[in-house]
């Protein structure tokens, strides 16, 4: 292994080079900004790292995926998730340098998409670089899919792995996005939540009317919340009929993983300036609840008159969004379902439940699996401290193709640290993560041959 973290230590400077070529390039979903530039871009440097690449497209229109392989030493498979689009970089004048002008200072590096998640894309490909320099072929086989519509919900992946399942068949699955926490431990993290967002209408009459009619004139807007208030008692418990009975308890190391996660409980506190939690949580409850639990969420209303002044009016219409975060083994289509007979039974069927966008299914790989102990053990040797192991993240996101559909364990991990302010302006790495990350992921190779 030394050889190999010896590559990485004198080498890692080219391989940020190339981590600026990709940031340069904008790769904005959400607007269709570069899209198009930045796959052959990712492709040519791929195949430059001796991956042998293909772009493929979803079985329905989107942007394409990029498809890479590189075999090992043995059939043993690792299969890296990646996505190569990025959120957009507004509002630009709150960025110190321009977002995609990736900037180094301090020993860190700025750019839209340096810590999601060009930049572990970069230091995947780096560790298998020192392993094709030093040995000739990694321990393992491994495979990329970078998709290129992550920052907008995955729309296609699950469609596309449903009919590509030969082509990525792996034995494990690495994430993208994690990192380490503020106190310098890698954080592994083991799930997602899945998400199921709809949107409840409501109508009354056929236009607005005049507030006095109230006497007679139903009115959408006290349905709705009436509706609402029928989904959560007032001590957060969601009162859907049977929305609890698929969840799977815990396991007795998924609560001592949970037990050992530090605890932040304070620095959230203030930092969103609460004065306490949902029931008062505290302690292994606060983390538990955050990791484990399901939600129901209003994420906003719409009805009537909001604008300066008064208008005594009386809405014809109303509409909530809510989004659900599921846990496993909970699944969207069955938490619609009983979301419309709960809506029925307490005497809402005029509550239209309106489109939605497609849920997603939540995933957690057991913390029995071996290929934990692989990337744990592995993370132990290369940042020299204990790695915090965490069940599931609170977000959501397409990992479920990988561990239910393919079957495999899979792993978030990553160069990122807390304050990489993906997303947000003024993004960036710190590039000593982005080395630590690389031999991370090169150790995770080395150990899975030996499984
Ligand atoms: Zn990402």
């Not at 744990?376 to 996101?397: F, T």
């Not at 080395?446 to 499984?451: H, I, L, Y």
Request: proline share 8%; aromatic share 8%.
């Amino acid at each position: 292994m030394q050889q190999i973290y010896e590559y990485i230590d004198q080498h890692w400077q080219e391989a940020v080079e190339d981590l600026k070529r990709l940031c340069r390039q904008p790769s904005i979903s959400a607007q269709n900004v570069g899209m198009a530039e930045m796959v052959p871009l990712l492709v040519r440097m791929m195949q430059e790292y001796g991956i042998s690449t293909r772009v493929l497209t979803g079985p329905s229109a989107g942007y394409p995926l990029i498809y890479g392989e590189l075999e090992g030493e043995t059939p043993i498979t690792l299969l890296f998730y990646n996505h190569y689009d990025v959120q957009p970089p507004e509002p630009l004048e709150l960025w110190t340098s321009p977002p995609f002008e990736p900037t180094e200072y301090e020993g860190n590096l700025r750019a839209r998409g340096v810590s999601d998640n060009k930049g572990d894309i970069v230091a995947r490909l780096l560790a298998l670089k020192a392993y094709q320099k030093v040995h000739g072929r990694p321990p393992v086989s491994v495979k990329f899919i970078i998709e290129g519509e992550e920052e907008i919900g995955s729309p296609n992946i699950a469609a596309f792995i449903d009919s590509n399942q030969d082509l990525l068949k792996a034995d494990a699955c690495i994430w993208e996005c994690g990192g380490v926490n503020w106190r310098d431990e890698p954080v592994i993290s083991l799930g997602l939540k899945g998400i199921l967002c709809v949107q409840l209408e409501v109508r009354g009459a056929s236009k607005d009317v005049h507030s006095s009619m109230a006497t007679i004139v139903p009115n959408p807007a006290w349905r709705l919340v009436w509706a609402l208030a029928s989904l959560k008692d007032v001590e957060d418990n969601i009162r859907i009929e049977g929305f609890y009975d698929k969840i799977m308890p815990p396991s007795r190391r998924e609560i001592d993983a949970i037990d050992a996660i530090p605890l932040d409980e304070d620095e959230t506190k203030e930092s969103l300036g609460l004065e306490r939690f949902i029931r008062d949580v505290t302690g292994y409850d606060y983390k538990s609840r955050h990791i484990l639990e399901p939600t129901c969420n209003i994420c906003g209303i719409d009805s009537g008159y909001i604008g300066t002044g008064f208008k005594t009016v009386l809405p014809c219409m109303a509409s909530a969004k809510l989004d659900f975060r599921l846990v496993p083994d909970q699944r969207p289509d069955d938490v619609i379902a009983k979301l419309r007979k709960h809506l029925d039974d307490h005497g809402f069927s005029d509550v239209v439940i309106a489109p939605l966008i497609e849920g997603e299914n939540p995933a957690r790989t057991s913390l029995d699996s071996p290929f934990v102990r692989v990337v744990s053990d592995a993370a132990r040797e290369v940042y020299g401290l204990e790695p915090v192991i965490v069940p599931s993240m609170a977000g959501s996101g397409p990992m479920y193709s990988f561990t239910g559909t393919l079957g495999l364990p899979t792993a978030l991990i990553g160069i990122m640290y807390p304050g990489s302010s993906p997303h947000a302006p003024n993004e960036h790495i710190r590039l000593s993560d982005f080395i630590l990350g690389s031999k991370h992921v090169a150790a995770v190779l080395k150990r899975m041959a030996s499984v």
